[in-house]
């Protein structure tokens, strides 16, 4: 197994992606650390999972994740899939400045806290990978709203990190991943938009799959074994850069 005797923190560890991904690193041997806001969420994904640990907090409370990761010891493994709270589907111009706002505070103040609490104790240790989620919106990508500077903060922040931290032997890598068909669900969806319909969902999802050079759209469970590679020793020389697995709508 390619996670075996690694502990892994996963930030978000209740949403699709983030309890997916839990799944994946404890079948592949690893210590699974659930981190999320909700109890109820976190506690249906370690009912999957042999020996799971749960923390209810928020990861943009500085003080709550330096106390967890005081309390788990020894990361291998830190992976921020935090919701940030994006806005889409309004032209820039139409947006009120906090719905602009909110992913790239949100979503620049999580990565930054729990990357900087697991980098430091993996940097006394000569080992470990920081690993983040964006959807790749920084090269352009209309109706996204603040995405697109929200993805632009985490790409720089995991390149800045990996240069860093590469001499002290811990890698930062981010994945790229947008329109997981498995992901985009009317209640998901209709928090934004709630003229939302089956139809509506099913059209976006075949124009995103347009715009790929494989013509089809990443499955989660794609998205899963990407993130166990890269969090593997296989991965070792791995760092400083994202991985596309939007199937090309971005260069890499």
């Not at 500085?62 to 788990?72: D, G, I, M, S, Y």
């Not at 969902?201 to 469970?221: E, K, V, Y």
């Amino acid at each position: 197994m390619l996670l075996t005797d690694k502990t892994a923190v996963i930030y978000g560890a209740g949403g699709s992606i983030g309890g997916a991904v839990a799944r994946a690193f404890a079948a592949e041997g690893a210590r699974v650390h659930l981190v999320g806001r909700t109890l109820e969420t976190l506690e249906a994904v370690a009912s999957d999972i042999k020996d799971a640990e749960v923390a209810v907090l928020d990861a943009l409370d500085e003080t709550a994740v330096e106390e967890h990761l005081a309390r788990v010891g020894d990361v291998d493994v830190s992976f921020n899939l935090v919701s940030r709270g994006d806005v889409q589907g309004l032209p820039i111009t139409d947006m009120p400045v906090d719905a602009f706002l909110a992913p790239v505070i949100n979503g620049t103040r999580a990565n930054f806290i729990t990357a900087r609490a697991a980098a430091r104790r993996m940097a006394e240790r000569g080992s470990g990978v920081v690993l983040t989620l964006n959807s790749g919106s920084a090269h352009g990508s209309p109706m996204m709203g603040g995405t697109g500077p929200a993805d632009a903060a985490t790409d720089s922040l995991v390149r800045n990190l990996a240069m860093e931290l590469g001499p002290r032997g811990v890698r930062a890598v981010g994945i790229w991943a947008a329109g997981i068909p498995e992901t985009l669900t009317i209640e998901k969806l209709g928090k934004v938009n709630p003229d939302l319909n089956e139809a509506a969902i099913q059209g976006i999802l075949d124009h995103l799959s347009s715009l790929r050079m494989t013509r089809r759209n990443p499955t989660l469970a794609e998205i899963t074994a990407t993130a166990v590679f890269l969090a593997s020793d296989h991965a070792a020389s791995i760092t400083g850069t994202f991985v596309n697995v939007t199937g090309g709508m971005f260069p890499g």
